[in-house]
């Protein structure tokens, strides 16, 4: 059994047996909203400057004005509330309810909603063993949909994705035109030859904030980053492979539908990288 | 003023004001959910099977239950608490709420919330002088991506279109390669040299039901109808155009970007299908 969580809605805490929204919000009716999850440590939040960065673009780009609240006030109270100092944290934007049609005319008074949520019990264990990537029977991204940069709540495509694969594996998205773009809840990498490989944004990949983070430390560590339009063909034929997300940090994967990646464990590109980013979490928050 | 509404929320009729769902609705977090908007005519839904055969299809293909609610008691109970015999009425359909990530694996309560608009009141006018369809700076859907087929609760891009040009004006969607798609809540017809033209599914439009039922009676009319892939620039060098919706039925296209499509009013084939239209209209449910 959970206990009861707490969550933030509009403008404070309410539990969340309790937390209801309009029937007629936005977020609801029509996809029409935003949201971001990061992650905290000893109960302080890691990257959520860009995060919220990254929210208030994307909130610009739909005209969804973006509610004065102190974002670290916020998390922090939330995670405070529910004795979650390592939590997930998901905040969602919407342009609120309005009783009319799809279009966005109408100013809203838009809705602040977040949730703070346990790490999942076994993501150590995933990542010392790494998990399994699975293609999909159909492609849910394509090259040149300026949309798919955007964290929004149209976020069915993964949801479809999880839904067709073994629970803990990560389902790979790809373009209509066979590309890999990511996976359901992250970015994938992969290495060979000492290189390292990403999907390009023009993939239709979320810009994700692990997925800069991963790349800038690359640099640093003099690893060779290259992100393009790469066929899966290129994961499979990789040395070692990983996704990121605020969430996973960098996971290795260690198979393609059943097949190993290289030598079908974690690789040392992979733990390197994790490593670093370790360090960048407790450079930034001084935890663990 | 608008009068206080009535709405289907789970399994009755509450007022708008007070349908609330919980903020853990999977339609709020993940837009993991479907809608269908048709329309009564006195009371009377039209093509209601259609519709709810298409939420059938599509919550199979999703995996979410389809509660056992008789569709045309809900839309008669609802139109006629809201004395609106001639009404736009949407049903949504989500997968409910559930505690944790985007996942669907566990089985939820699906969440039913159905709401009765009137028309427009200026349809009748745009329907005898036609209205202005433009093009948007920006892609926003392309071949092959299956989930496009599906009416979701990921209507972003509808929304996005909607709220880029002039109030009154249909948005065409675009493919990545330049094929018109369909309007932001419409599906686009054509006509050139006699022939009528329209998508083809493949260029990632909804298989709406009103285009469906005027393609059927373009056949009985003699009127060849040909879907297809084509470049925007076909509909701009068109006699006549119009879209379809189960709303506005066929509604002409006059100008495309201030430019005129043909003569720059309604054309002899769309007024045909509209008659026709409006005839299957009163054979079904006898108004007006």
Redesign the interface.
């Known amino acids: 059994m ?1 206990a009861v ?1 707490v ?1 933030w ?1 509009e403008e404070g805490l309410v539990s ?1 047996t309790e ?14 909203g935003l ?1 971001e999850t990061l992650r905290t440590y000893g109960g302080r939040p890691f990257l959520l400057a860009e995060h919220w960065a990254r929210l208030r673009t994307s909130a610009e780009f ?2 969804i004005e973006v509610p004065a609240v102190e974002p670290e006030t916020l998390v922090t109270r939330l995670v405070e509330a529910n004795r979650l100092p390592n939590a997930a944290v ?1 905040i ?1 934007l ?1 342009r609120g309810p309005l ?7 109408t100013p809203a008074t838009p809705t602040l ?1 977040a ?1 703070a ?1 346990p790490l999942p019990s076994d993501l150590d264990q995933r990542t010392a063993q790494g998990i399994d990537a699975c293609r999909l029977p ?10 798919q940069g955007h964290k ?9 994705a ?2 067709a694969v073994p ?1 803990g594996a990560e389902p790979l998205l790809e373009t ?1 035109e066979g590309h890999v773009s990511e996976g ?2 992250s970015n994938v990498f992969w290495v060979r030859v000492g290189r390292l490989f990403t999907p390009h944004t023009d993939a239709g990949c979320l810009p994700g904030v692990a997925r800069r983070l991963v790349l800038s430390l690359a640099e640093e560590l003099g690893v060779s980053a290259e992100p393009g339009l790469y066929p899966t063909a290129d994961l499979a034929a990789a040395d070692e492979a990983f996704v990121t997300s605020s969430v996973v940090e960098a996971l290795p994967l260690v198979r393609l539908d059943g097949e190993p990646i290289g030598a079908g464990a974690p690789g040392p590109v992979t733990r390197r990288l994790h490593a670093a980013y370790r360090e960048a979490v407790r450079r930034a928050t001084g935890s663990p």
Chains 1, 2 share one sequence.
């Open positions: 959970d969580r969550c809605l969340e937390a209801r929204v309009s029937a007629l919000d936005r977020g609801f009716l029509y996809g029409d949201f739909l005209g998901r969602t919407t009783p009319k049609g799809p279009r966005p005319g909603f949730q949520r159909w492609p849910l991204r394509a090259r040149g949909l300026p949309l929004t709540l149209a976020y069915l495509p993964s949801v479809v999880l839904g629970e209509t359901a809840t």
